[in-house]
C-alpha cells in the first residue's frame, strides 16, 4: 500500500480601493468640515490683512490660516482621492498629530486676534473667525481621534488583509494484480 499526501497552499491578499473620486466624501461630516475650515481659513487669511498690524500679530495670524488652508485642502483632496488607502503608514494616527499641533496655533492665533481687536474693526472680525475656525478644528480632532481608535482596534481597516488557506490531502493507492 502506498500513501503520498498532496500540499495545496492559496494565499489571497486584499487590494485597497483605486485612486479615483469618493463623491460621498463631500457630504460626510468630515468631509463638511473640511470644506468650512478651507473657507473659514481664508476669510481669517482675507480679514488679517485688511489692515497692516504686521507687528501686533497679524504675520502668526496669516500664517496660520495660509497654513491650515493648504494643508486642510490638501487632506481634503486625498480623503476625496482616496489616496491615504494607497499610501504607507497609519495615516488616522499621523492626520490627528496634525490636527493636535494646529489646534494649538489656532490657540494662539485666536488669543492674539482677540487682545488686539479693539485697534480695529478688521481685526475683530479676524478674532471672531479665527475662534470659530479653532472650534471647528477642535471638533475634527475629535473625529480624527476617533478614526484613529476604529483603525487601531481588531477588525480595524489596519492595513491589507491577507489570508492564507493550506489544504493537505493524503491519498491511500493499492496495487491490484
Known sequence: METTAYEHTTESKVDPPPIRPQ????KSVPGILKIVEVVLCLLVLICSNVVNWYYHGSGWVGFVAGSAMVTTAVLFLFHFFNVFSRLPG???FIEFIYYCVYDLFWI???IVSAFKAPLHSAIGATAFFTWVALI???LD???MYRAWKTFHQPGGQGGA???TT???TTYETRTQY
Open 23 to 26: 463623491m460621498n466624501y463631500p
Open 141 to 143: 480632532t475629535y473625529f
Open 108 to 110: 494662539i492665533a485666536a
Open 136 to 138: 471647528l478644528y477642535m
Open 161 to 163: 488583509a491577507v489570508t
Open 166 to 168: 493550506t489544504t493537505t
Open 90 to 92: 497609519p495615516w488616522p
